[in-house]
């Protein structure tokens, strides 16, 4: 029998996070994944190089794939580095990843990178997000609660 996941990532050493995901989508749903990896990247994410900011995820051939994520080659690497902004594999179950190729291709949603860590043991993980794109309008009510959240929480601090 499988042992139950735990409900939040063991997320020890952050080394990329997409802050601009959670403002232009709503997430539904969040996955972690490993990362199929080349030498001289995982030294590159161990110095906290990496950007998914422009990056996303796709389901091709029954796989999952990272395109446009940029790991910068590593500065000691010589002829053995990789190439910064190749797609990558992502390491889902076949489960998993039957549930997000039902929902990007029946529903319209989007797969989208929030961060790269490594977890406690040391791997490289990709926490994945089944999300759905924001109209102008969700994007300018966001603001106004995060607005009104920091304005009441000055009110309160002052009248302490």
Do not use: C
């Amino acid at each position: 029998m499988a042992r139950p996941k735990p409900a939040t990532f063991d997320k020890q050493k952050t080394v990329a996070e997409n802050r601009r995901a959670r403002f232009d989508y709503f997430i539904e749903d969040k996955f972690e994944a490993g990362i199929a990896l080349q030498g001289t990247e995982v030294k590159s994410l161990r110095a906290g190089e990496a950007s998914i900011a422009e990056s996303y995820a796709e389901v091709r051939d029954g796989q999952v794939w990272l395109v446009n994520a940029n790991i910068p080659e590593f500065s000691h690497g010589n002829r053995f580095n990789h190439e910064p902004r190749r797609p990558r594999k992502l390491l889902l179950h076949t489960r998993e990843i039957e549930k997000l190729f039902g929902a990007v291709e029946r529903k319209g949603m989007t797969l989208v990178p929030l961060s790269v860590y490594f977890n406690a043991t040391g791997r490289a993980k990709v926490e994945l997000a089944l999300a759905k794109g924001k109209q102008a309008q969700d994007k300018r009510q966001t603001i106004k609660d995060r607005d009104w959240k920091r304005d009441k929480a000055r009110l309160l601090r002052e009248n302490r």
